[in-house]
């Protein structure tokens, strides 16, 4: 089955610099990648998501990109901003249809990264 | 509108106890999804239905079972709960377009589990 690498576990940045999350997938048939942040105590928010079939895609502080040869996808945050404290996942997950025309597909988590943004 | 609801918020079980958790999608939204979450671990998937059919499992023990009602609500059951079953256990809800279910996710906010 699909096996998704997360990393660093943890990162720490000081407000207004860059943060960079990395994953690796092991399923080659995957093609929908989306990012959630989590909160303490709350449910994995999606923040923004990307097809196989796009490399890049941004949301004002917001960008991932996939590079479908290496398997790898990544998540970009600039200009960080305490708010932006949480836990990051990624996941990965392969759509497919049937002959009902449903399509689905599980979502796979990486491990998370805690991100931490000092003022 | 509101989001994925879940209940209970919280719940305190015994070791072999049996629980049941209740989730309600999103308004319109047909498929729903079920995963375990482990302290500083990510979601683990356990089950999806849409349109009250299983279409897919996890590997999880046959002690873990779930239902999709008519209005698209759902229950996980455990059964002969384990100290390891305590996580955070959270339901997503999937929208259909022309009749087909979508892969985009939307969480609840979880309901924490304890077995003591």
């Known amino acids: 089955g699909e096996n998704v690498e997360q990393h660093p576990s943890t990162l720490s940045v000081q407000e207004g610099d860059s943060a960079v999350i990395k994953c690796t997938y092991s399923?080659?048939?995957?093609?929908?990648f989306p990012w959630y942040k989590q909160e303490l105590g709350k449910g994995p928010q999606l923040i923004i998501d990307?097809?196989?079939?796009?490399g890049e895609k941004k949301d004002q502080r917001i960008a991932v990109t996939l590079n479908k040869t290496a398997k790898h996808f990544s998540l970009h945050i600039t200009e960080t901003q305490p708010e932006d404290s949480a836990v990051y996942f990624c996941a990965a997950s392969k759509v497919r249809g049937n002959a009902g025309g449903t399509s689905y597909g599980k979502l796979t988590f990486g491990q998370g990264t805690i991100l931490t943004v000092h003022p | 509108d509101a989001g994925v609801t879940q209940s209970p918020t919280h719940l305190i079980k015994t070791r072999g106890q049996h629980v049941t958790l209740r989730c309600s999608p999103i308004?319109?939204?047909?498929?729903v999804s079920w995963y375990q979450q482990v302290l500083g671990q990510g979601p683990q998937f356990i089950f999806q239905y849409y349109e009250k059919e299983e279409r897919g499992r996890g590997n999880f023990p046959d002690r873990f079972s779930a239902r999709q009602f008519p209005n698209y609500s759902s229950e996980l059951n455990v059964n002969a709960l384990l100290l390891g079953d305590s996580a955070l256990y959270l339901c997503?809800?999937?929208?259909?377009?022309?009749?087909?279910?979508?892969?985009?996710?939307?969480f609840g906010a979880g309901t924490r589990l304890s077995v003591l």
């Open positions: 990307i097809r196989s079939n796009v």
């Open positions: 308004s319109g939204h047909k498929s």
């Open positions: 997503a809800s999937s929208p259909t377009s022309g009749g087909v279910a979508k892969n985009i996710q939307y």
């Open positions: 399923d080659s048939a995957s093609n929908y």
